[in-house]
């Protein structure tokens, strides 16, 4: 009896053993599991977020290039105006430039 006692605990206690190895052989794979998809999700994150900051960056290029063009345009034509509205006054400016210069200097 002591002999099947004895044999009994060591049973035991060598299912113990291997119930603890397992758990522990169970557990580290659990856990390298886990760090595993934990680096996928911040990798993906960090792609997500660059791509995000990409597509913010070209809108907002995309609009300052529109927005730059109208102002161009803008300018352009107030440009314009104002030389219209001036060439006239130039012409006469310049008109009577030349004649004074003539009249003071002669023609030559």
């Given at each position: 009896m002591t002999t099947n006692l004895i044999d009994e605990i060591k049973a035991a206690e060598e299912n113990a053993a291997k119930s603890v190895q397992e758990a522990r052989s169970s557990a580290a794979g659990k856990l390298n599991q886990?760090?595993?998809?934990?680096?996928?999700?911040?990798?993906?994150?960090?792609?997500?977020?660059?791509?995000?900051?990409?597509?913010?960056?070209?809108?907002?290029?995309?609009?300052?290039?529109?927005?730059?063009?109208?102002?161009?345009?803008?300018?352009?034509?107030?440009?314009?105006?104002?030389?219209?509205k001036h060439k006239e006054k130039t012409a006469a400016a310049a008109s009577w430039i030349a004649q004074e210069a003539m009249a003071k200097y002669g023609r030559g």
């Open positions: 886990a760090v595993a998809d934990a680096e996928k999700r911040v990798k993906g994150a960090k792609q997500a977020t660059a791509r995000q900051f990409r597509e913010k960056v070209q809108t907002a290029e995309s609009t300052a290039e529109t927005k730059a063009h109208s102002m161009v345009a803008e300018r352009e034509s107030v440009a314009k105006a104002f030389h219209a």
